[in-house]
């Protein structure tokens, strides 16, 4: 299972993600808005191009032959079909796999319009029709892609420029080399232009998850957190649907830190939101509400529900170890539940969680407690003291 945001890594992790982006893949933390973007671009492209394939028809009725153009309206027609089909196919596509038929489908149709075409010297639409592969490959700067895909996208210009010769009996002409270069510049600096904009996406995409994630643990952060939650209570109370949190505190952590010192504290905390991640549904969000306390917010969840995935988690976190040099650190973990009550306003429920919390400390630690009705938030000096015990 994972997280809120299923694709999160930690902040630390985000160069080498990067990485990837500047290489063959696209980051992780970007492959969601990676794939609606580029599914709208090719939707556009494919229609516009279906568009003005079949805008050209008059054109080559008044210059091509009647049996050349008979054999090339058809394949106009059968090429601005298959785009259109495309167009709605790409929704449930990957990014990728649509980008890729998008190219290779214009690529395959222009080569067979041009092995169409009768030998005639001085014809300017014969002509044109040797400059389609430089329009397939101009439009790698419409997209945002990985290298991968870009490479496997530039192929199909050239083997749209090269296959007419490949399949024919005459050698290419000096023009033709002429043409041949200018397709090599063109998908260079498309092939530029469109990763460039795959890695202007994954800064924006990833100093936006910056502003809203803890840089440590990889989990949204409070102030998230609390968008979130105002939103899934709006839904709990449209749908209706029940809504769940959980408040989750390290137990005598302060030991930890006092012991085996911070930079072990944090792999704790790592190892605890680590945990949050697998076992939570895409659904949920894992939140790090601040110093050793965790939240979960689980929209759809009732009251039995949560306490079954609170459980789990402290059954994980007591289970786990964390490695040091010199021995390793076990932990357990303290839970309070609480479940969305009509008309309460989300740093209530918070609240109410927080008080089921203290109270599973003050009854002992490593345990789950769910909220008791009218049960009152802790005041704020005694929450103070009772974590600087934990």
Same mark, same amino acid.
């Given at each position: 299972?994972?997280?809120?945001?299923?694709?999160?890594?930690?902040?630390?992790?985000?160069?080498?993600?990067? =990485?990837?982006?500047?290489?063959w893949?696209?980051?992780v933390?970007?492959?969601?808005?990676?794939?609606?973007?580029?599914?709208?671009?090719?939707?556009?492209?494919?229609?516009?191009?279906?568009?003005?394939?079949? =805008?050209?028809i008059?054109?080559?009725a008044?210059?091509?032959?009647?049996?050349?153009?008979? /054999?090339?309206?058809?394949?106009?027609?059968?090429?601005?079909?298959?785009?259109?089909?495309?167009?709605?196919a790409?929704?449930r596509?990957?990014?990728?796999?649509?980008?890729?038929?998008?190219?290779?489908?214009?690529a395959?149709?222009?080569?067979?319009?041009?092995?169409?075409l009768?030998? =005639?010297?001085? !014809?300017?639409?014969?002509?044109?029709?040797?400059?389609?592969?430089?329009?397939?490959?101009?439009q790698?700067?419409?997209?945002?892609?990985?290298l991968?895909? @870009?490479?496997?996208?530039?192929?199909?210009?050239?083997?749209?420029?090269?296959?007419?010769? @490949?399949?024919?009996?005459?050698?290419?002409?000096?023009?033709?080399?002429?043409q041949?270069?200018?397709?090599?510049?063109?998908?260079?600096?498309?092939?530029?232009?469109?990763?460039?904009?795959?890695?202007?996406?994954a800064?924006?995409?990833?100093?936006?998850?910056?502003?809203?994630?803890?840089?440590l643990?990889?989990?949204?952060?409070r102030?998230?957190?609390?968008?979130?939650?105002?939103?899934?209570?709006?839904?709990?109370?449209?749908?209706?649907?029940?809504?769940?949190?959980?408040?989750?505190?390290i /137990?005598?952590?302060?030991?930890?830190?006092?012991?085996?010192?911070? =930079?072990?504290?944090?792999?704790?905390?790592?190892?605890?939101?680590?945990?949050?991640?697998?076992?939570?549904?895409?659904?949920?969000?894992?939140?790090?509400?601040?110093?050793?306390?965790f939240?979960?917010?689980l929209?759809?969840?009732?009251?039995?529900?949560?306490l079954?995935?609170?459980?789990?988690?402290?059954?994980?976190?007591?289970?786990?170890?964390?490695?040091?040099?010199?021995?390793e650190?076990?932990?357990?973990?303290?839970?309070?539940?609480?479940?969305?009550?009509?008309?309460?306003?989300g740093?209530?429920?918070?609240?109410? @969680?927080?008080?089921?919390?203290?109270?599973?400390?003050?009854?002992?630690? !490593?345990?789950?407690?769910?909220?008791?009705?009218?049960?009152?938030?802790?005041?704020?000096?005694?929450?103070a003291?009772?974590?600087?015990?934990?």
């Amino acid at each position: 299972m994972t997280s809120g945001i299923p694709d999160a890594v930690p902040g630390p992790d985000r160069r080498r993600w990067l =990485a990837y982006a500047r290489g063959w893949r696209v980051p992780v933390h970007c492959r969601l808005q990676h794939a609606v973007v580029v599914r709208s671009r090719v939707r556009g492209l494919a229609i516009a191009i279906a568009l003005l394939v079949l =805008a050209w028809i008059p054109i080559d009725a008044y210059g091509l032959q009647a049996t050349e153009f008979l /054999d090339v309206l058809a394949l106009r027609v059968g090429l601005a079909a298959g785009l259109i089909l495309l167009s709605h196919a790409s929704r449930r596509w990957s990014p990728d796999a649509a980008t890729i038929a998008l190219f290779w489908l214009q690529a395959l149709a222009f080569a067979a319009m041009e092995l169409c075409l009768l030998p =005639a010297d001085g !014809n300017v639409l014969r002509v044109g029709y040797g400059l389609f592969p430089i329009v397939v490959g101009s439009q790698l700067a419409i997209l945002p892609l990985s290298l991968r895909c @870009a490479l496997f996208a530039a192929l199909a210009a050239v083997a749209a420029s090269i296959a007419p010769f @490949a399949l024919g009996a005459h050698a290419p002409s000096a023009a033709q080399w002429d043409q041949w270069w200018l397709l090599a510049i063109v998908l260079l600096f498309a092939t530029i232009a469109g990763h460039s904009q795959l890695q202007l996406l994954a800064d924006l995409l990833g100093a936006r998850r910056d502003a809203s994630h803890d840089p440590l643990t990889g989990l949204a952060n409070r102030r998230f957190a609390e968008h979130r939650l105002q939103a899934d209570r709006a839904r709990a109370m449209r749908e209706p649907e029940p809504l769940s949190v959980l408040m989750v505190d390290i /137990d005598h952590f302060k030991q930890v830190n006092d012991r085996w010192g911070h =930079a072990r504290g944090d792999r704790v905390l790592e190892m605890v939101a680590r945990v949050l991640r697998e076992e939570l549904r895409g659904a949920d969000l894992g939140v790090r509400h601040g110093g050793e306390e965790f939240l979960a917010i689980l929209p759809g969840t009732g009251s039995e529900g949560a306490l079954e995935v609170a459980e789990r988690l402290r059954a994980r976190i007591e289970n786990a170890r964390v490695l040091v040099e010199d021995g390793e650190i076990a932990l357990t973990a303290s839970i309070g539940i609480a479940t969305f009550r009509d008309g309460e306003s989300g740093n209530e429920l918070v609240a109410r @969680a927080d008080a089921a919390l203290y109270r599973a400390k003050a009854s002992g630690r !490593n345990r789950c407690m769910a909220a008791v009705p009218g049960e009152p938030a802790p005041p704020p000096r005694e929450r103070a003291s009772g974590n600087a015990s934990a």
